[in-house]
């Protein structure tokens, strides 16, 4: 009763796909101790509901159910792994509504870019379910007489899946999807901040037909550490897979160093977006509003560093600050908002950190430049004459704060937009052909977009270089990271 009583608070028109339990072998249940993590409002700093904070012991559980549940669903066949992934596709288009109500309201994100993501989260679903029965081997002509070699790819076992906040739902479906599909079963690890998307999608696939122990969701936040450490130190894990922040990456991976797993990492980045004098100037400014501030800036792939050449660097910052001054900053559920807050206290703080930093150095403010006292809020910021010792061309901003350096020629800037430790994604505007080339051959970065600021689809190769991570979620490549190739040689055949 108390349970469906909070639910209401939500506001669902399924508030059964509110759970306020942890998801272990099929069944709901709360932590061995009782204790509970608090969930918050963003907008609002209300409290939503709790969730249990799990610790070792429910973890190892988990970790066994995951390990009882995968020979049978390691053997069903990929047509029948892709039927369920499919019903699950549809149940996330039936509930679309709420689940992106969900986001809103445990991220912050205003809800056209929430239901966004819902539909980017269940695109996973749909791809993966494609390439579940396309996982193929190979023949490989033999060099020996009477002998014929195949590879087949077989699942890698029990996965360790750990997300974070910025996505609740994607980053979870473009991991567990392509888990599901490969025949692997999971141990989700939410972040304490979101972890009720993370729940509303084990329920969708309980109801989707996905047997118990394939799915299990821990969610944690004292514990984090000895959890976290269980996830990638257990002999019967096979495989870890993380989206999160670089340092925390690093020592996720140390861990798992411990039984060579296999590791996906999908860590920070610091992207440049550079505008050429050659580049469309209104394009290059509506790019960059999508880039900067989608998430109210907290996308691993939002512009970190705005490079301008400097024959165009008056009219792209005039026209992005006229654009920037005009947003609507607010609750992400009131019509009209166009950016909500951002997760919590120590993000508002970074950003401000950032903002003083580069004002000290001789940066000027051209739009905001200042939280909203005793809230979550930043206003949308645009600064200029970035210099390069500021903190933000070294660091991940992670909010609303469009930084611009002004540059004069190609290998300057393609040197600065290099001068970082993390690759993930990079942007430029030129309509110079052969510079197109050139630049993008020259970022060191997984991805580049020329000519646009969007990359993200769960038809291509999502990753980075450097320290923004290990691996490739989505498109062709994404599934391969849950399969191990088999080699099977066939000796004596009497041919
Ligand atoms: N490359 C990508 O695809 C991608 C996507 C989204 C976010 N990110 C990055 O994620 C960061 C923001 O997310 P965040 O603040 O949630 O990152 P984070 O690293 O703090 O947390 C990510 C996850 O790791 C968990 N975690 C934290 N400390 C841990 C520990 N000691 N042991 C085990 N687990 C631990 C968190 O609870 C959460 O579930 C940014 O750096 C962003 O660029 C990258
Ligand atoms: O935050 C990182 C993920 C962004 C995306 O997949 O679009």
């Known amino acids: 009763m108390a349970s469906t009583q909070a639910a209401a608070v939500f506001g669902l028109k399924d508030p059964s796909l509110v759970k306020f339990q942890g998801f272990i072998d099929g069944k709901w249940i709360d932590a061995k101790n009782g204790e509970k993590i608090v969930v918050t409002n963003p907008a609002t700093r209300e409290e939503l509901g709790t969730v249990p904070d799990m610790g070792i012991a429910e ?13 049978e669903w390691s053997k069903t066949t990929a047509k029948h792994r892709h039927d369920i992934l499919m019903k699950f596709f549809a149940l996330m288009q039936e509930h679309h509504d709420d689940l ?6 445990e991220n912050g994100k205003i809800l056209p870019e929430a239901k966004g993501e819902i539909t980017y989260s269940a695109s996973f679903l ?32 029990v996965v360790s899946i750990l997300t974070p906040w910025n996505f609740p739902s994607a980053m979870i479906t473009r991991k567990m999807g392509a ?7 999971t141990v989700i690890k939410p972040p304490p ?31 984090v550490i000895e959890v976290g450490k269980e996830m990638c130190e257990s002999k019967i894990v096979r495989k870890v897979t993380f ?16 039984t060579l797993k296999k590791v996906s990492i999908e860590a920070g980045g610091n992207a440049p977006f550079i505008v050429f004098d050659d580049a469309d100037i209104d394009e290059a400014v509506a790019a960059a509003i999508l880039c900067k501030f989608r998430g109210t800036g907290q996308t691993c792939v939002c512009a970190n560093r705005i490079y301008v050449q400097s024959a165009v660097y008056a009219d792209f910052a005039s026209r992005l600050s006229e654009k920037v001054a005009a947003f609507k900053v607010g609750n992400g ?19 401000a950190r950032h903002v003083d930093d580069a004002v000290a150095r001789g940066a000027q403010v051209l739009v905001g430049g200042k939280s909203i006292p005793n809230t979550s809020f930043f206003i949308p910021t645009v600064l200029s004459d970035v210099p390069a010792d500021a903190a933000i061309n070294s660091e991940e ?51 580049v977009g020329a000519n646009t600021g969007i990359l993200s689809q769960a038809s291509i190769p999502f990753g980075g270089v450097k320290e923004s991570g290990i691996g490739r979620e989505g498109g062709p490549h994404g599934i391969d990271e849950y399969l191990n190739t088999k080699l099977i040689v066939f000796g004596g055949l009497g041919l």
């Open 59 to 71: 973890t190892k559980e988990a970790i066994d159910a995951a390990a009882r549940a995968f020979p």
């Open 100 to 105: 992106g109500r969900l986001i809103t309201l």
């Open 126 to 157: 749909e791809w993966y379910a494609g390439e579940a029965v396309r996982t193929y081997g190979a023949h490989i002509p033999s060099p020996i007489p009477n002998s014929r070699n195949v590879t087949i790819k077989q699942p890698v076992g």
């Open 179 to 185: 888990a599901l599909a490969a025949g692997c079963t």
């Open 193 to 223: 901040e979101t972890p009720y998307s993370a729940l509303a999608l084990a329920e969708l696939g309980r109801r989707a037909g996905v047997p118990n122990g394939v799915i299990n969701v821990v969610p944690t936040q004292k514990n």
């Open 243 to 258: 989206t999160g922040s670089t340092p925390v990456a690093k020592l996720l991976y140390g861990m798992a160093a411990s």
């Open 333 to 351: 559920l009131e019509e009209g908002t166009t950016h909500g807050p951002l997760i919590h206290d120590r993000a508002v703080e970074k950003v």
């Open 397 to 447: 901003t992670f909010g609303p704060l469009a930084a611009l350096t002004k540059f004069e020629t190609e290998d300057e800037v393609v040197k600065l937009a290099n001068n970082t430790d993390v690759g993930l994604a990079g942007y430029f505007f030129s309509r110079d052909v052969g510079r197109v080339w050139r630049v993008a051959e020259r970022l060191e970065v997984g991805m």
